[in-house]
Structures are given as C-alpha cells and as structure tokens.
C-alpha cells in the first residue's frame, strides 16, 4: 500500500478488554467502565450513540458504542458470538492502531 494511503487508512486490531456494564428492564445494556488486561480502568462518562456494526475481520454481527471517556469519544464493540455458543453471549472490544 502506498505511504499516503497507510496514513488514511491504517491497520487496526481488536483488543478484547473487560467491561462492566449495567441492563435496564428494556433489555437496553449500557456500558459503565472498561478495563484493559494490565488492570487499568476507565469510567464511561456517557453512552453518545449506540448502533448494530459487523466486526471486521469476522461474520459475527456486533454493535458499536459511542462513548465518552477523560472528555473524549471513542468507540466500543461488542462482538456476538455464534449463537451455537451456549453459556457465553459475546465480548467486548476496542480498535486499536497496530504497529
């Protein structure tokens, strides 16, 4: 790929972390805070948008969060596993600029 089109478009990857969230009595889930594998946590301010989103990289159906965390949007995942998957619903995810 060219330079110019690497600086556009770069390379992500899914980084699975812990998130702890809340379910209201409509089914709605709402993301409170996530935590990355080496303990850090950071506090959900706020749910911006919330909308169904495919993983890249996958054929699982997922949905994507618009959250607001230290001031700053960013986007959470939530990746649904295949539905064949008793016990375990799905997990989730960020993306994150690899090398």
Not at 41 to 69: H, M, Q, W
Request: some cysteine; hydrophobic content about 30%.
């Amino acid at each position: 790929m060219h330079p110019k089109a690497q600086a556009l478009h770069p390379h992500k990857e899914k980084v699975y972390v812990k998130v702890t969230s809340e379910t209201d009595k409509t089914g709605y889930v709402v993301p409170t805070s996530i935590t990355w594998a080496d303990g850090r946590e950071y506090r959900i301010e706020n749910v911006k948008d919330f909308r169904p989103a495919d993983t890249v990289g996958s054929d699982l159906s997922g949905d994507c969060y618009t959250v607001v965390i230290k001031g700053q949007m960013k986007h959470l995942f939530y990746e649904h596993l295949d539905r064949h998957f008793n016990g375990r619903h799905g997990r989730w995810f960020v993306e994150v600029q690899s090398g």
